[in-house]
């Protein structure tokens, strides 16, 4: 089996504390949690399902905190914040075998949970409900958690103009797609606006593909 190629960010510990951004991607960027009437995003029974796991969260895992967040059709971005306290909502934080894998876990167990309750309603079990991997990218500073803050919020009046909407991809709009992976899935794409809202622009955002 061919092994995956992950790309982060040499030498950083993904346990320390500080703030995170992450995008998780519907698979096939399928429009499965509701849809964007004006400039509003409403959910669907699976979109509700989406955003309550992602704000019960914290209560299973105490090293995680929750920012600003939105549930899009096919999509989740949202600002995390990693504490001291706790790893993988089951023991104290280690910081030598499981502490650089607390990001990657809090995101496994969210998706996997969501994943058995909207197979569950739909009947399709082993159906991918999600990408198998997401994005990330650390927040280095106040002023970049504030602009990263707004490009949430402000998510759904773009949808229009959004890389993740699947109408832009027909219309050949979609330009900073990445290649597909093994799997046939296109990775979220940072747009060249997003990459702006951070500081260091000259570095590339961390990406697992």
């Known amino acids: ?24 991607c519907v698979h096939n960027r399928e429009c ?7 400039n509003d995003i409403r959910l669907n029974e699976y979109g509700m399902i989406a955003k309550d796991e992602w704000i019960k969260s914290p209560d299973i895992r105490k ?14 971005h949202g600002i995390v914040w990693i504490d001291s306290v706790g790893a993988n909502g089951r023991s104290p934080l280690h910081r030598t075998n499981m502490g650089s894998k607390t990001l990657s876990s809090f ?37 970049e958690l ?11 009046l773009k949808w229009n103009m959004d890389s993740e909407n699947p109408n832009n991809i027909i219309k050949g709009d979609y330009k900073n797609a990445k290649k597909k992976n093994s799997r046939g899935e296109r990775p979220f794409a940072p747009t060249q606006a997003f990459c702006a809202l ?7 955002p961390e990406i697992w593909r």
């Open 32 to 38: 499965l949690f509701g849809e964007i009437t004006g």
């Open 198 to 204: 951070c500081r260091d622009v000259k570095s590339k």
């Open 63 to 76: 090293e995680i905190k929750l920012d600003e967040y939105i549930v899009m059709p096919n999509h989740i």
């Open 146 to 156: 504030n602009r990263i803050r707004q490009y949430i919020i402000e998510n759904p």
């Open 107 to 143: 995101m496994a167990g969210y998706k996997s949970t969501v994943t058995k309750q909207i197979n569950g309603l739909r009947r399709l079990p082993g159906i991918p409900v999600w990408q198998r991997n997401y994005y990330e990218h650390i927040i280095r500073n106040d002023a």
């Open 1 to 24: 089996m061919r092994e995956r190629k992950i790309t982060r960010l040499k030498g950083y510990d993904y346990s320390h504390p500080g703030a995170y951004f992450v995008t998780v």
